[in-house]
T-cell receptor, first 111, second 119 residues
Framework: QKEVEQNSGPLSVPEGAIASLNCTYSDRGSQSFFWYRQYSGKSPELIMFIYSNGDKEDGRFTAQLNKASQYVSLLIRDSQPSDSATYLCAVRGNYGQNFVFGPGTRLSVLP | EAGVAQSPRYKIIEKRQSVAFWCNPISGHATLYWYQQILGQGPKLLIQFQNNGVVDDSQLPKDRFSAERLKGVDSTLKIQPAKLEDSAVYLC?????????????????FGEGSWLTVV
């Protein structure tokens, strides 16, 4: 059974700081890696995905992937109180394999 | 483009009763997923369909849960009889399918969820 692990948090950062969220996965055959944001009482929404080693930037968000270490992270620059949510890491294998989600990290950005 | 539609949004039932949830995926999405999310946890896959065939139902409690996607479009998830521990949000999601997997990431998109409380 594939496993995806995240620190449950809460992770508290002051407004304007960089929030760093981490995720590790057990299946070396995993191909695609996703970060979803979930506000309380809402369904998950995609922030970004990454499938190659290195960094991928989208606005204030940067995803980092290191397949050798089986590690993926999400950096949020200039954190805003509206970024306060649970961030879910999801991992997908080869064709047809399902997404496996981590337990999520709760982020709190303090004004 | 319309998103993933789910109904009902909220349901309260007594234990041992039955309940059914409906999902209509994004148009053209071949893959449909049902996830269970218990409060404070990440979503757990219950069943994955590719068109109208089951790809993965290894974590579906088959003694009480059933799901179907008869025409390869919308889907129904049923629980009978319900237990207290079934209280959760049932999330339906969809994705394009097997084509264009790697380069698009083949992202899954979630519906608003169906909130179930078993009392």
């Amino acid at each position: 059974q594939k496993e995806v692990e995240q620190n449950s948090g809460p992770l508290s950062v002051p407004e304007g700081a960089i929030a760093s969220l981490n995720c590790t996965y057990s299946d070396r055959g995993s191909q695609s890696f996703f970060w979803y944001r979930q506000y309380s009482g809402k369904s998950p929404e995609l922030i970004m995905f990454i499938y190659s080693n290195g960094d991928k930037e989208d606005g204030r968000f940067t995803a980092q992937l290191n397949k050798a270490s089986q590690y993926v992270s999400l950096l949020i620059r200039d954190s805003q109180p509206s970024d306060s949510a649970t961030y879910l890491c999801a991992v997908r294998g080869n064709y047809g394999q399902n997404f496996v989600f981590g337990p999520g990290t709760r982020l709190s950005v303090l004004p | 483009e319309a998103g993933v539609a789910q109904s009902p949004r909220y349901k309260i039932i007594e234990k041992r009763q039955s309940v059914a949830f409906w999902c209509n995926p994004i148009s053209g999405h071949a893959t449909l997923y049902w996830y269970q999310q218990i409060l404070g946890q990440g979503p757990k896959l219950l069943i994955q369909f590719q068109n109208n065939g089951v790809v993965d139902d290894s974590q579906l409690p088959k003694d009480r849960f059933s799901a179907e996607r008869l025409k390869g479009v919308d889907s129904t998830l049923k629980i009978q009889p319900a237990k207290l521990e079934d209280s959760a949000v049932y999330l339906c999601a969809s994705s394009l399918g097997r084509t264009r997997q790697v380069y698009s990431g083949n992202t899954i998109y979630f519906g608003e969820g169906s909130w179930l409380t078993v009392v």
